[in-house]
């Protein structure tokens, strides 16, 4: 056999890839079958490093050849993918345009949005990939549901709402309240805590329902602020109340507030509202006034906002992720709210975890994600009114040289227009959901409110589970406890009762009487 079909040991294959000389960095020594040894320093180096930086180039010309071919197939008006997407594309890049507004000026917005997209979704594989579990994380609850168990109307349209009833019954009731509930709540929610001996002692009847689509009352294929209003005017004459009654509103509830104190205000003998939420894009808010609200919500609220005002299609998601995944979770991470340090105490107090919870539970009672989406455009979107048109200051009609020679000397009289009854609205200072600008601004566009800032509330502290404050509440509205009326079945037995003493007192005082009885 010839010397050349011996075969190579390693050391003569790397030697000969790197063109050995018979020179160089090998030892004399050699191996066993006598060749020369090769010392792993030196050219071995070099060849990885060259060999390194062939696949480097070999990679960038990869990507220019895929960034070419890719050019030439979406950047033919003819190719399938520019026919097939590129109109809604244009659509979808036309909507969000205005966020190049928060670009830098020196930078192209293809490139900035390329860049930006790629990172997140990089960002968004790293998280998806961490699979270590996080032990600081609390064991979330599954979500429970109960039995239906709430009565219903039957409404105009021919739609069910649910409620629930508290205090005394209707017929003897000296005031009424109806309390819409808030977003992720419930019939239940009502005025978390009150004791019912209180009601009693005010003489109070409480009607709470549950929002079309929530708990148990049907949706409504068409809803609006002015829909809202006219159900609790069908639900106050379907239990009874005929007379006036108050409507009490609590953060986001408060829109269905002010729209009951637009659409139903003969109805109304007054309002309360408790950290009173207002649409965050009201026209009639100031620049300062917007900044100063904006500021305080985390930037997942603030993406909320912009999703339910731009996009409500996304939310559908975000709220399958969260609330109706089928968990329970805090109330600050579910309606992504920054609290204060009271608040942040009470949302940890068992009272409150337990009836929030049983609130969520009741509130998806449906499973269906349409009616929150619904609530979330309805806060953000045209109401149809402004709040700034329920009460107005007009100026007293006068002669008109009359009238310039008072303004002259003196502020000319103004009178209150729209709603003449009692509006009274509470504001914790220490309030991060519904920070006091927003009540500042109440104040400023409904002159005759009356507005009650608490130094050292927040959010709930203040409505939730305060056996005091409710106590101080009801005698701002009601006055001095005085029972319950008298209802009229006892009327009519005290009056039967009185005519029959009359009678009796009438016989034996009537001589003649008397006497026709003993012949």
Not at 53 to 66: A, R
Not at 205 to 217: C, Q
Not at 295 to 312: D, G, Q, V
Not at 477 to 485: D, E, I, K
């Amino acid at each position: 056999m010839s010397e050349t079909d011996e075969p190579k040991t390693w050391k003569q294959e790397l030697a000969s890839l790197v063109d050995y000389t018979g020179t160089g960095n090998f030892n004399d020594d050699g191996d066993d079958t006598g060749n020369p040894g090769y010392s792993p320093t030196g050219n071995v180096r070099e060849t990885i490093s060259e060999f390194a930086k062939g696949v480097g180039e070999m990679s960038v010309e990869l990507g220019k050849s895929f960034v070419g071919v890719m050019k030439q197939s979406l950047g033919d008006r003819d190719s399938f993918v520019v026919r097939k997407f590129g109109k809604p594309c244009g659509v979808i890049c036309g909507k969000l345009s205005f966020l190049n507004e928060y670009l830098p000026e020196d930078r192209d917005p293809l490139h900035s949005w390329t860049v930006i997209l790629t990172i997140f979704f990089v960002a968004f594989l790293a998280l998806s990939v961490n699979t270590v579990p996080d032990t600081s994380m609390p064991i979330l609850k599954k979500v429970h549901m109960h039995p239906p168990n709430a009565s219903r109307i039957l409404l105009p349209d021919g739609r069910h709402l649910a409620y629930h009833e508290q205090g005394v019954p209707a017929d003897v009731a000296r005031f009424s309240i109806i309390a819409p509930h808030s977003f992720l709540f419930s019939r239940l929610e009502g005025i978390p805590g009150l004791k019912a001996s209180l009601m009693e002692e005010f003489g109070v009847h409480m009607i709470t329902y549950d929002l079309p689509g929530f708990g148990e009352s049907d949706p409504h294929p068409h809803r609006s602020l002015e829909s809202s209003a006219l159900d609790m005017s069908h639900l106050a004459d379907a239990v009874g109340v005929n007379e006036k009654f108050w409507v009490v509103g609590h953060s986001g509830s408060c829109m269905h507030v002010w729209a009951a104190l637009r659409y139903v205000a003969d109805r109304l003998a007054g309002i309360a509202a408790f950290s009173p939420m207002v649409n965050p894009y009201d026209p009639s808010m100031t620049k300062e006034e917007r900044v100063r609200t904006w500021e305080k919500w985390t930037p997942k609220r603030k993406l909320t906002y912009i999703l339910a005002h731009r996009f409500p299609g996304f939310l559908r998601f975000m709220y399958h992720r969260s609330f109706l995944s089928g968990r329970h979770g805090p109330i600050d991470k579910w309606l992504s709210l920054s609290l204060g340090e009271r608040d942040r105490t009470l949302i940890k107090d068992p009272r409150f975890e337990d009836f929030w919870e049983r609130n969520v539970e009741e509130s998806i009672r449906q499973g269906n994600v349409k009616p929150f989406v619904e609530e979330a455009v309805l806060q953000v979107t045209n109401w149809g009114f402004n709040i700034a048109d329920l009460q107005t200051k007009k100026k007293r009609k006068g002669e008109g040289i009359l009238l310039w020679l008072k303004s002259m000397y003196s502020r000319a009289e103004e009178e209150l227009a729209g709603f003449l009854g009692p509006i009274h609205i509470w504001q914790g200072m220490d309030d991060q959901v519904v920070p006091p600008s927003i009540t500042s601004f109440l104040h400023r566009i409904l002159p005759g409110a009356t507005v009650h800032m608490l130094p050292n509330d927040g959010h709930f502290t203040y409505y939730y589970f305060c056996d005091e404050c409710h106590r101080q509440i009801f005698t701002t509205l009601f006055g001095a406890p005085q029972g319950p009326l008298e209802s009229n079945l006892v009327q009519d037995q005290i009056r039967i009762k009185e005519n029959t003493q009359d009678t009796e007192d009438a016989t034996v005082q009537d001589p003649s009487t008397k006497d026709g009885g003993i012949h």
